[in-house]
């Protein structure tokens, strides 16, 4: 059997494509001197923003940060509550706890992962200020029941669109369906930098300033400080890779998909995949899967030279750093199997037809042992 190794994700092959590039890239910024701020930031602001739909994009050091300072710059804070997914990442929250609030963590849907609305309308109170739409997997939230709920609370709505760029719902993409998105650059996302970056997307004009002074440290021009802002400034040269790479997104996102398509084939049932309102929607950042015995299959996979992840191991009130401050007020069961039960397998362009049928092998020979 071949063992030959199959990673979870294969950045070596996407940069080598596109290689002299990074080079003039490199070249460019380092020419300029402009390696904080400047204009490779402000051309991908535009550029980004154009992709997304809106009229403003603002570059952060990192999507935690985006976030959190755009829950600051849009006024929330001590005293305020918002909700948030108990299934996400530990930074969905730790914005919420950055900017003073409390999270206020609901249940997600069985099939999705993604936020409940009917479970998150249980724990509104006279407290709740926002409400942060997580897409996770790749896949948009249902936005128009968000919507819904928002404006029959008078709540905001953010995006935590860390991995989602690219993915749309009714002609309209991630970032441009709340007051603000907050986007990560994480190497390893649809879109990613050569290190940490983010970015904020807003059609608020007064949500963009604010960020951007934020981002800045509190500065409205040079020597003057208006805000206690921040240091959370995108790099220049970090913006030259992600304008290079945001040409080549919408193709990558078409291979994922037709990579997706592939192991839904070639699994047969084996495991539960992951529900998707529409296949052309979704962008795959991971491809999740649930099995009861994810740990044995997981040891089965490396057995036979496979890496997966799993997103994610705790929910959000599980972590001993929310211990005290993230607690959930009503049930939180779905989230509780996509804690026990999720593994993600490989998925990136250019991972081969033999690699997925490799890897749904191990899947289908563990699932007759069950």
């Known amino acids: 059997m071949d063992r030959r190794p199959i990673p979870f994700l294969?950045?070596?092959?996407q940069h080598a494509e596109m290689r002299q590039e990074l080079l003039a890239a490199?070249?460019?910024?380092?020419?300029?001197?402009?390696?904080?701020?400047?204009?490779?930031?402000?051309?991908?602001?535009?550029?980004?923003?154009?992709?997304?739909?809106?009229?403003?994009c603002v570059g952060i050091a990192?999507?935690?940060?985006?976030?959190?300072?755009?829950?600051?710059?849009?006024?929330?804070?001590?005293?305020?509550?918002?909700?948030?997914?108990?299934?996400?990442?530990?930074a969905s929250a730790l914005a919420i706890v950055h900017a003073g609030a409390?999270?206020?963590?609901?249940?997600?849907?069985?099939?999705?992962?993604l936020l409940d609305v009917?479970?998150?309308?249980?724990?509104?109170?006279?407290?709740?200020?926002?409400?942060?739409?997580?897409?996770?997997?790749g896949q948009l939230c249902d936005m128009d029941a968000v919507g819904r709920l928002a404006r029959r609370h008078g709540l905001l709505v953010f995006e935590d669109a860390a991995q989602a760029h690219g993915a749309s719902a009714n002609g309209r993409r991630a970032g441009a369906l709340g007051a603000a998105a907050a986007f990560s650059f994480y190497p390893s996302k649809n879109l990613g930098a050569l290190g940490d970056a983010g970015a904020i997307t807003t059609d608020d004009a007064e949500i963009a300033a604010r960020t951007?002074?934020?981002?800045?440290?509190?500065?409205?021009?040079?020597?003057?400080?208006?805000?206690?802002?921040?240091?959370e400034r995108l790099d220049g040269l970090q913006a030259a890779v992600l304008r290079i790479k945001l040409?080549?997104?919408?193709?990558?996102?078409?291979?994922?998909?037709?990579?997706?398509?592939?192991?839904?084939?070639?699994?047969?049932?084996?495991?539960?995949?992951?529900d998707?309102?529409?296949?052309?929607?979704?962008?795959?950042?991971l491809f999740p899967v649930r099995v009861p015995d994810r740990d044995g299959l997981r040891r089965r996979l490396a057995a036979a030279g496979v890496e997966t992840g799993v997103h994610y191991p705790r929910a959000l009130h599980q972590h001993p750093a929310l211990a005290g401050v993230c607690n959930p007020g009503c049930e939180v069961g779905n989230s509780g199997r996509w804690v026990a039960e999720e593994l993600s397998l490989p998925i990136y362009p250019g991972l081969a037809d033999a690699d997925i049928e490799r890897v749904a092998v191990v899947c289908r020979d563990h699932a007759a042992l069950l």
């Open 62 to 90: 990192s999507g935690t940060a985006a976030l959190t300072l755009a829950l600051l710059a849009a006024g929330i804070g001590r005293g305020d509550e918002v909700i948030v997914p108990a299934h996400t990442f530990i």
């Open 118 to 137: 009917e479970s998150a309308g249980t724990v509104v109170t006279e407290r709740t200020a926002a409400i942060i739409a997580v897409h996770l997997y």
């Open 212 to 231: 951007r002074s934020l981002r800045n440290l509190g500065q409205r021009a040079k020597g003057e400080h208006v805000d206690a802002g921040f240091n």
């Open 247 to 274: 040409a080549r997104l919408d193709g990558w996102n078409r291979q994922r998909r037709e990579r997706a398509a592939s192991y839904i084939d070639a699994l047969d049932g084996a495991v539960r995949v992951l």
């Open 10 to 13: 294969d950045l070596d092959r």
């Open 276 to 285: 998707v309102r529409s296949q052309d929607a979704c962008v795959y950042h």
């Open 102 to 113: 409390v999270p206020v963590p609901c249940d997600v849907e069985a099939g999705t992962g």
């Open 26 to 56: 490199f070249e460019r910024v380092s020419s300029t001197s402009a390696f904080i701020l400047g204009e490779e930031v402000e051309r991908f602001e535009e550029e980004f923003a154009r992709y997304c739909g809106v009229r403003h």
